[in-house]
């Protein structure tokens, strides 16, 4: 029998292709390459609301100059510097308020009765003088700030109240307004509010200084990013942890002493505390806050912006004593003028924001 022998056959699986991997697809960019930082639309838009006032301070300055040889005199500019620097201070504390959301009626009253306090217990010696009116307006801002973040009332209703009350205790202090406390004309005090270097007064280099410190808290801070948190968003900044009602009761505190702060150097330089002083003060420290580009609704602002706004309407103020044939009461129509026109152009710079 024939045995067959079949040798063994080698069979080749030839090898199955593997799939090649899905390639992922290219990142599409999104529209305006936000995710790329913001576009140069968004940051001339924000440089404009921010340092816009400072264009129109400067062009204000040299044509002012060029019509007024006087205008642009040492003497003129130590004038405007220094009548500038109490609402200087003042404007400061209004600034971290409003950068909240928030509203402070009551600092033209408060400053008003820290000149007094002021005044009154400069007869005791420096540190009372100083110490009093502070530690009164600090207390009157810690009410505002209180009631504003932990009872839940509208800013506008407790400032608007503490506006009059703080107005009814300087009247109670001076019997209606029939007496004035005197500061010792000789007395350190006194020489807080007159003194000078090269010119400038204490009060000029005094709001300066604020205003650094002011700028450093600010951005350099984790309680100035809470400033700027609550005012963006309360809600969110709660989510977020952040100490919403002590963020809102130090502001209002901290603008109650700049107030009363204000007050007693205005009083140290006119070595008295007058009661008629600081009427409508409140409507100017808004107005120089909000057209230094600080954004009412909150979240937005800087302190440079209001220093620049103030010395706008200083230098505004200026001009309508230099013309001679108008009064001072022009200046409150200029004023009103500005702000309308910044607050419609802070609209308009927020609306192109969001579409850029």
């Avoid at 080698?10 to 936000?34: C, D, F, I, S």
């Avoid at 006194?190 to 808290?217: C, R, S």
């Avoid at 900044?237 to 204000?262: E, F, N, Q």
Wanted: with cysteine; hydrophobic share 50%.
């Amino acid at each position: 029998m024939n045995e067959t022998s079949s040798a063994p056959v080698a069979r080749t699986t030839a090898p199955q292709a593997t799939p090649a991997p899905a390639k992922a697809p290219e990142p599409r960019p999104q529209e305006g390459a936000a995710s790329a930082g913001p576009t140069a639309g968004q940051r001339v838009l924000d440089i404009l609301q921010r340092q816009g006032v400072l264009a129109v301070l400067i062009a204000v300055i040299v044509v002012a100059s060029a019509i007024y040889p006087t205008f642009h005199s040492l003497d003129n500019a130590r004038g405007v510097t220094v009548q500038a620097s109490f609402l200087a201070v003042v404007a400061l504390g209004m600034t971290m308020v409003i950068i909240t959301g928030g509203i402070d009626l009551s600092v033209g009253s408060v400053f008003a009765l820290g000149g007094v306090l002021a005044a009154w217990a400069s007869q005791y010696g420096f540190l009372p003088a100083l110490l009093v009116p502070l530690v009164v307006c600090s207390a009157i801002g810690l009410l505002n700030g209180f009631l504003i973040a932990r009872a839940g009332m509208a800013p506008f209703i407790v400032t608007l109240a503490t506006l009059l009350g703080a107005r009814g205790l300087l009247l109670s202090l001076t019997d209606e307004g029939g007496t004035t406390y005197l500061v010792p004309k000789d007395s350190a005090f006194a020489d807080l509010g007159q003194g000078d270097v090269w010119g400038f007064g204490y009060p000029l280099l005094i709001a300066l200084v604020l205003f650094g410190i002011g700028g450093l808290v600010l951005q350099r801070t984790s309680f100035g990013q809470s400033i700027f948190a609550v005012g963006g968003s309360s809600d969110a900044a709660t989510l977020m942890g952040l100490p919403v009602a002590r963020t809102k009761i130090l502001v209002y505190t901290l603008s109650g002493l700049l107030a009363g702060l204000a007050g007693a150097l205005n009083a140290a330089r006119l070595t008295s505390g007058v009661t008629i002083v600081g009427v409508g003060m409140e409507l100017d420290a808004i107005s120089a806050v909000v057209i230094g580009g600080t954004l009412l609704v909150g979240g937005a602002g800087s302190v440079s912006g209001t220093l620049w706004g103030v010395l706008l309407l200083a230098v505004i103020q200026n001009l309508i004593n230099q013309i001679g044939t108008l009064n001072s009461s022009y200046q409150s129509v200029v004023s009103g003028g500005f702000l309308i026109v910044v607050v419609v152009a802070q609209r308009y710079l927020a609306r192109n924001r969001r579409t850029t």
